[in-house]
């Protein structure tokens, strides 16, 4: 299965913000959809960076909790791990798991087309399983009566 695959049946809408929002307006359009992250936009539209829900948590140990005159640029991830349309899900899982990232950009050239969430990954490894597993049963189930495989792999 390929990370187009799974952006092609999730919900489209990525949710941005700009890097001179204040992290107190960032943290409540996370809060109010509901989102671990949203992906940081420069004046032209494109990607900047990622500011995440670890992002602020690590600012507010770092800054005794005053969020209030910081920015987002100020705590956004800029050294971003990306993925392509292209890539399986498998090595997306890869780099997630690797990297301790939750939140995976999907670039197309210079163009985000979507963001892979690990919870979209666990999704489509679980579908792509039972899929899977229940052609296995099928096969088993269909399997003809009275017949074996022999030692040369054919059966007789």
Same mark, same amino acid.
């Given at each position: 299965?390929?990370?187009?695959?799974?952006l092609a049946v999730?919900?489209?809408?990525?949710f941005?913000?700009?890097p001179?929002?204040?992290?107190?307006?960032?943290? $409540?359009?996370?809060?109010?959809?509901?989102? $671990?992250?949203?992906?940081?936009?420069?004046?032209?539209?494109?990607?900047?960076?990622?500011?995440?829900?670890r992002?602020?948590?690590?600012?507010?140990?770092?800054?005794?909790? %005053?969020?209030t005159?910081?920015?987002?640029? %100020?705590?956004m991830?800029?050294? +971003?791990?990306?993925?392509?349309?292209?890539?399986?899900?498998?090595?997306?899982? $890869?780099?997630?798991?690797?990297?301790?990232?939750r939140h995976?950009?999907?670039?197309?050239?210079?163009?985000?087309?979507?963001? +892979?969430?690990?919870?979209?990954?666990?999704k489509?490894?679980?579908?792509?399983?039972?899929?899977?597993?229940?052609?296995?049963?099928?096969?088993?189930?269909?399997w003809?009566?009275?017949?074996?495989?022999?030692?040369?792999?054919?059966?007789?």
């Amino acid at each position: 299965m390929l990370v187009r695959d799974v952006l092609a049946v999730k919900a489209g809408e990525i949710f941005s913000v700009a890097p001179e929002v204040l992290v107190t307006e960032a943290i $409540g359009m996370m809060v109010s959809r509901n989102i $671990g992250s949203l992906v940081v936009l420069d004046e032209v539209g494109k990607v900047a960076g990622i500011i995440t829900e670890r992002d602020v948590l690590r600012a507010t140990h770092k800054h005794a909790c %005053d969020l209030t005159k910081l920015r987002v640029e %100020d705590l956004m991830t800029t050294r +971003l791990i990306l993925a392509g349309p292209e890539d399986t899900v498998d090595h997306a899982r $890869g780099i997630m798991t690797e990297n301790r990232i939750r939140h995976l950009p999907v670039m197309l050239g210079d163009e985000l087309i979507g963001l +892979l969430t690990f919870h979209d990954v666990a999704k489509a490894v679980l579908e792509q399983t039972n899929f899977e597993n229940q052609l296995l049963k099928k096969y088993i189930k269909d399997w003809p009566e009275g017949t074996a495989e022999t030692t040369s792999g054919t059966r007789s």
